[in-house]
């Protein structure tokens, strides 16, 4: 198990020498930037590369949850162009981006806001040559009824769908919020019917949200899953509503068939392990956690059969 103090040296020996050995090949194993909040731009490339991931998934970085807003992904001085030499440099992926905004507000002034945030992020993943950005549903609105809603959360999925065809990139609406089962993610992916829209699976709240089995769910989405967040969990408190994320493995939380559900169904993205720590603080280490994920996924990823990934 990786500890701080071994982390920051690996670290440290990465930056001081950026080319650093590369491996041939890796598996297509990601980490959302969610689970290190403090890190800096080169401390994740850094630790990505040492723990031999292909992807990041960028939800933040440090105190900017706005990212673009984020100093490392400006284009004043030419910032984002050194970002993506980084990248290169590092052999690394840019999954998707993950923006906050939430289609299913009711008030124009306020939709107006979400969808302009969408298509900022969107602006960005051009930038970046990400594929992916991530949105959510998220909730039923007290009061409107439900095939109105969907209708309505569908319309601002094409329209953003609309946006990013151009740009070479997908909207994905997160399995999220109100939107666990799939049934309701079917109606919204099938209502928007544009070829830029698309699923991000969250393993962890279908399963324990929606109360499908990932076989399931696979059967009946994994024809739009393109990205996925995986993580495991154990109930909290005395009723068990509530959940405790915990290492990969440990918990009720069937990653590992999760993660053959998505492999057997030929599915091309990347597996990417969303540890929230940026609102769970009192969790493990993100040096910790993403350590162990790396072992155990590519542990799994390797008995499901998937190949590693040529090097870049």
């Known amino acids: ?25 890796r598996l297509p194993l990601g980490f959302s930037t969610l689970g290190c909040p403090a890190w800096t731009w080169k401390q ?44 290169r440099e590092h052999a690394l992926h840019v999954a998707c981006l993950g923006a906050s905004a939430q289609l299913h507000e009711q008030d124009p002034t306020k939709r107006a806001a979400q969808l302009d945030e969408a298509r900022r992020f969107i602006d960005l993943a051009e930038t970046l040559r990400a594929p992916y950005v991530r949105v959510f549903g998220n909730n039923y609105v007290k009061g409107v009824p439900r095939e109105m809603m969907l209708a309505h959360i569908a319309r601002g999925l094409r329209e953003l769908g609309d946006y990013a065809r151009p740009k070479s990139v997908t909207v994905l609406i997160e399995s999220h919020g109100d939107f666990t089962d799939s049934p ?3 109606e919204l ?29 696979v059967r009946q989405l994994g024809r739009y899953i393109r990205h996925t967040h995986l993580k495991d969990s154990v109930p909290k408190g005395p009723d068990g509503k509530d959940r405790r994320y ?9 990653v590992r068939r999760q993660i053959e559900a998505l492999a057997h169904s030929g599915y091309r993205g990347f ?12 969790i493990e280490e993100p040096e910790v956690a993403f350590a162990q994920f790396a072992t155990v996924a590519g ?3 390797r008995q499901a059969g998937v190949a590693e990934l040529p090097a870049q």
């Open 189 to 217: 992916l099938q209502q928007a019917a544009s070829p830029a829209v698309a699923l991000l699976w969250d393993a962890h709240h279908t399963f324990v949200a929606g109360k499908e089995q990932p076989e399931d769910t």
């Open 1 to 25: 198990m990786t500890t701080r103090r071994a982390f920051l040296e690996t670290a440290a020996a990465i930056l001081v020498s950026p080319q650093g050995v590369r491996p041939a090949a």
């Open 246 to 254: 915990v290492l990969t493995g440990t918990g009720e939380v069937p």
């Open 299 to 301: 542990g799994y990823l």
């Open 184 to 186: 309701s993610l079917l």
């Open 44 to 87: 994740i490339l850094a630790f990505a590369q040492s723990h031999d991931y292909a992807a990041i998934e960028l939800r933040g970085l440090q105190t900017n949850m706005d990212l673009t807003l984020a100093p490392e992904l400006s284009r004043d001085g030419g910032r984002i162009e050194e970002s993506k030499r980084e990248l």
């Open 271 to 282: 597996y990417s392990f969303e540890w929230e720590k940026r609102w769970h603080p009192d």
